[in-house]
């Protein structure tokens, strides 16, 4: 099967992405019907096209309908309405009456993706993941039609049988089961506070730690934040925010960095990212002169200046599965280029990346007006919510127990009680994220424990993203990242480092393994046998799973 990545093109994403949710929408019915009508002569599905082909194999009646990976069942109600086929480990369901009628009733279609072969995005959209028996995950993804699939000769409307198949997609979808060990997991890995809690730790850390402008730019953030904190101070906190959305239409969020004011105009927005490979992958960074909004159906406007008489901006989508931009549309005024009709549009058939056409005002005040509309207001949450606290400062002997310090908790913040060694540890998250069997877990904690009758600091432990939980087995704590495994312990009131390998790499990519042993010795190694035989023990480790104390 070839690989299906569909790209939306000029001057039709907005027009899909408004409509699909729902077929029906009054104000598109005459369009649905006068494209319907040109059905005959467009009948050929395309390699892109979302519905299965209409001539392979049978059409089934079953209401239990399994793949390889899941089980799809469909409610009572559609019993003897409903046509199904299944195709590998994708499952496509008809209104029976309107493929009968030939008109095709393709209402939806689940496959659980696990020969990779759909990207989400266009005609595809994520609705979470299946964790195989063999350990694979695999996004699950459903889609729709992309045209009228019903009797549009004798009806004006969707007949109340598919229009009830149709809008009741998600709901039977959500219904999914595993099958040969695997677990459906529905939601996962499309919510951005677990996807990029790792990215916005390093906006914090950057804040912390006083990062200067090359630093953030190195580390691909905006150096428009640098100049915020470096002349606002700890004011700027309150000033500069993010927030997840989906806005490339795949399921997935996207996580949005910018600026918080009070004003009702469109946030403006310096750095995006999205999830590439499962990895959080940064789209833009801008600056005041070249900044970004996010966009109601999806997409993004770079809004861009180049003096007192030149500005204007460019309306893009995200590739899927890619973190590239596709030009959609875009206008500028340009008053240096031609004083007297400084109107122009951007070309989005030229190859040259920024070629531009005149066009005239009353074009150019259209598309202004429709960006305009389209613009969001982002719901930020700012980073003075989620900069840590730095206990290595605080006055601990304000508290006389635990208990107190959940009273200083910033909003998310989570705490767990566990022993490591020998000893009873008390753990404060500066966030968590849901993990297996609805447990929270975390990627960093500050450490305390009773001593001497009164609470003391043990320090601070990080793992490099939500997939390596901090976990615990026979009384060591685990921390980890890609290449690195840190097994540490709490003796004689301190923590302490019992083990830990780790890879670096040079500057050609070749490999060198160190390894750490219980005295702290560091040592070069041959191969990647300790950092093996670490990992399988964090492998076997239980996450730590910790309360969230909420505002």
Sequence with gaps: MKKRDILL?????????????????????????????????????SETDAEPEQDHGDYLEDTVLSTDLITLTMPDEFKGKFLARIDGNEISVYDKASNEAGFGGFAFSVIANADKDITAGGMYTKVGEVAAADGGIYDVCK?????????????????????????????????????NGATYMPGAGMKGEELYPYTVSQYVTAFNEGWDANQFEEAGLSPEFYALAKSEGEKAYDEMGFAYRDISNDGVDELLVGIIDDSDEPSVVYDIYTMVDRQPTLVVSGTARNSYRAMEFGGVANYFSGGAMENGFKVYTI?????????????????????????????????????????TEEDYNMWVERAAEQCLKLDFTPFSDVIPIDYSKVDLSKYDTFTQMLSDFKPGMGYANEKVGDTDVFFASTGTYTGEDDTKNA???????????????????????????LSLKDGYLYIGGHHLVRKNTVK????????????????????????????????????????????DEYADAVPIAFSVEKP
């Design 9 to 45: 093109m000029a001057g039709i994403v907005f027009a899909l992405t408004a409509c699909t949710a729902r077929v029906d929408v009054p104000e598109t019915a005459a369009k649905q019907e006068e494209t319907a009508q040109e059905a005959p002569e467009t009948s050929e599905a």
């Design 143 to 179: 889609s729709g039609p992309s045209d009228v699939q019903w009797d549009y000769e004798t009806n004006e409307k969707m007949p109340e049988d598919y229009d009830k198949l149709y809008n009741s997609a998600d709901d039977i979808i959500a219904g999914i089961q595993g099958n």
């Design 319 to 359: 590739t899927p599965g890619t973190n590239e931009l596709f030009l959609q549309y875009g206008v500028k005024y340009d008053g240096y280029e031609n004083e007297e009709k400084p109107w122009f549009e951007a070309d989005t058939l030229s190859d040259e990346e920024d070629k531009w056409n005149e066009c």
């Design 443 to 469: 990627i960093d904690s500050s450490l305390f424990i009773y001593g001497n009758d009164r609470i003391v600091y043990l320090g601070q432990v990080f793992s490099q993203g939500t997939a390596y939980p």
């Design 492 to 535: 004689d009131g301190k923590l302490i480092v019992a083990e830990e390998a780790r890879e670096e790499f040079d500057t050609e990519g070749n490999s060198t393994y160190f390894y750490t042993d219980e005295k702290g010795k560091e040592k070069a190694v041959e191969d990647d046998s300790y950092l093996t035989k670490l990992f």
